[in-house]
């Protein structure tokens, strides 16, 4: 026991030594030996206390040692995810850029294609324009050219009804001197006793009788005013076939703007006759009173 607590001591080793001393402490006890007992004794408690701070010692460095550990690898921890936290922030940060260079490089390209959209569609609106100028503009001139030739064909329309009106108005002078010659005949008729005369101013009534009756020239109004009015009979006789061929000739005096006298005259009727054939041909168009019968022809 003694070279156990030799050892013991030698190696610093205290619960080995404290083990040793309680084994002599009994055995000098045994003996008899109260004194070595009691030194012992007084030494094993030295050691105990001895242990006891020792292990009071170890365990507060193991807890220093623990708290240490628990430092760093909290500091480690603390590391680690402030590292984790960089790298997730530059990996964001680098997601950012990636997407904030694609929304750009995607903004430029579509600014770009409006861009170009934008140019097309107004050089599509300029040359719609244009073309719609060059259509107002070539409409205005075939308006302008169709006016001249309207006016042209009016002005030569008018130009011929003068003609024709110069036809008629031959026809009711002639039937004027006519009329008036024959009215002479008639006193001269009245004045004279001979027998032989009377026979003779008989014969120029007779003859200026048939000169009224005759209808060339009638006829060459009617072939010019067909020359010049084409469709006008053709019209006038398909919308109205009840009219006869004196009342198309009557409706063509009024197409010519011819007065209701100088209608007499032409046809050697009186007025009142005017009147009943006017009255006649209304009927015939079925004119309310109101309506205009030279308005209504002139529209053929």
Do not use: W
């Not at 009106?165 to 024959?182: H, P, W």
């Not at 007025?271 to 309506?291: D, F, S, V």
């Amino acid at each position: 026991l003694n070279k156990s607590l030799i050892c013991a001591s030698a190696i610093d080793n205290a619960s080995a030594a404290l083990d040793a001393i309680r084994q002599l402490a009994r055995i000098d006890s045994m003996k008899g030996d109260y004194e070595n007992a009691y030194i012992k004794s007084l030494q094993l408690n030295v050691l105990k206390d001895t242990v006891y701070n020792r292990k009071l010692r170890n365990s507060l460095i193991s807890s220093e040692l623990k708290y240490e550990n628990e430092k760093n690898s909290t500091l480690v921890r603390l590391q680690q995810a402030e590292l984790q936290a960089m790298e997730k922030e530059r990996v964001i940060y680098l997601i950012l850029t990636v997407v904030a260079i694609i929304i750009i490089l995607l903004a430029t390209i579509v600014i770009v294609l409006q861009r170009k959209n934008y140019l097309k569609n107004k050089e599509l609106i300029e040359n719609r324009l244009e073309i719609q100028n060059l259509k107002v503009a070539k409409y205005q001139k075939e308006k302008e050219i169709n006016q001249l030739k309207m006016k042209g064909f009016s002005d030569e329309l008018k130009m011929k009804d003068r003609e024709l009106v110069s036809i008629a108005l031959g026809m009711e002078q002639k039937n004027k001197l006519l009329n008036s010659i024959d009215q002479k005949v008639k006193v001269l008729l009245s004045r004279i006793s001979s027998s032989e005369n009377i026979e003779i101013i008989k014969e120029i009534s007779s003859a200026i009788r048939l000169k009224q009756l005759e209808n060339s020239e009638s006829d060459l109004f009617n072939q010019r005013f067909s020359s010049i009015h084409e469709d006008f009979f053709k019209k006038l006789k398909a919308l109205h076939p009840s009219l006869t061929k004196t009342d198309l000739r009557f409706c063509a005096y009024l197409r010519i703007n011819l007065s209701s006298d100088q209608i007499a005259n032409i046809q050697n009727v009186t007025n009142e006759a005017i009147r009943k054939t006017r009255y006649r041909i209304r009927k015939k168009l079925g004119l309310q009173p109101e309506e205009s019968l030279e308005d209504y022809i002139s529209q053929f």
